[in-house]
């Protein structure tokens, strides 16, 4: 499906990753350090990075900012195990698309890996119209089904590329913003799936028997007439994205605290550590039934 460079000094990790990986179908370049990963890439350029970020000569922060600097088309993705995670958070600043902690790889890595290629290549398909165009503002109202979340997501980064607003490596990260936000506000503040439920975790690795037990839960009482709003401004100056809920759960949690290793495992908190590391500015009602996302494009 996809080529993707690996880049991990753990010879346990590497397998476990490229074993993943290949099992959906992509095809994995291994190499041990960020160097290697970089010389790489004046080979071929895939279609995606993966990486640890402690590893020997050029880590994965330097190389996730080389990639950021040289290759501003190719997304990256990074790994973390517990005890880096204030690396993670650089990372994401420094242009990263995502992040995966390690104890979460068979859950995360392959859905992670396949939202972020996707929405690299919504943007490489879109060409920018050259013209300076008025303000785009549109709702839509959506039911609580998570696979109605990624198109959504396209929609909105297909405006932003076509606008010209945002670099290519902004609008990936606004694509995974955006569907951070929606699952959120479908599973845990509509429907009130705790964090801990399997069905969260099913759902997570693309696994059909938790999109079919999310759907049924969704028509049973008091969920079915619950929806999720979406409001996209986009102006000349800045980008808002408004997402409210109607249930009685919160979208998104502040404990464990945030930046702790265990709300690195928690999608809730993960979510919204994605959407704070890539907006300029968020703001979260106070019974988080409604979060703002504000990017600005200068």
């Avoid at 790489?40 to 900012?65: A, C, F, H, K, R």
């Avoid at 990372?91 to 992040?99: D, I, S, T, V, W």
């Avoid at 490489?124 to 039911?143: D, I, N, Q």
């Avoid at 945030?258 to 809730?268: A, L, M």
Wanted: contains cysteine.
């Amino acid at each position: 499906m996809a080529s993707i460079l690996l880049a991990d000094d753990s010879q346990t990790h590497t397998l476990l990753m490229r074993r993943i990986l290949e099992e959906g179908a992509h095809t994995v370049t291994c190499v041990c350090d960020g160097q290697q990963a970089l010389d790489s890439l004046q080979t071929s350029v895939p279609d995606l990075v993966v990486t640890d970020l402690q590893m020997p000569i050029v880590n994965g922060m330097e190389l996730v900012t080389a990639i950021a600097d040289q290759y501003p088309s190719l997304p990256s993705i990074v790994v973390t195990a517990r005890g880096s995670e204030s690396l993670a958070v650089d990372a994401l600043a420094k242009g990263a698309a995502n992040f995966v902690p390690k104890s979460e790889l068979s859950k995360l890595l392959l859905r992670a890996v396949r939202q972020t290629i996707q929405f690299s290549k919504v943007v490489s398909a879109v060409h920018p119209s050259g013209v300076e165009s008025a303000r785009h503002e549109w709702t839509v109202t959506l039911r609580s089904d998570p696979e109605d979340i990624e198109p959504i997501a396209w929609m909105v980064i297909q405006t932003l590329a076509w606008s010209g607003h945002l670099s290519a490596t902004d609008q990936v990260r606004m694509g995974t913003a955006i569907a951070s936000g929606l699952f959120n506000a479908m599973c845990f503040g509509n429907l009130q799936i705790p964090d801990e439920e399997t069905i969260v975790s099913r759902i997570l690795s693309d696994d059909p028997s938790g999109i079919q037990d999310l759907r049924t839960r969704a028509k049973m009482e008091p969920y079915r007439d619950l929806s999720t709003t979406l409001k996209v401004s986009i102006g000349i100056d800045d980008t808002r994205i408004l997402i409210r809920h109607s249930g009685r759960g919160r979208a998104t949690r502040m404990t464990p605290a945030p930046g702790t290793p265990e709300s690195f495992e928690r999608e809730q908190c993960r979510g919204l550590m994605l959407i704070s590391s890539f907006m300029d500015d968020v703001i979260l009602r106070s019974d988080a039934s409604e979060v703002v996302m504000v990017k600005k494009h200068s």
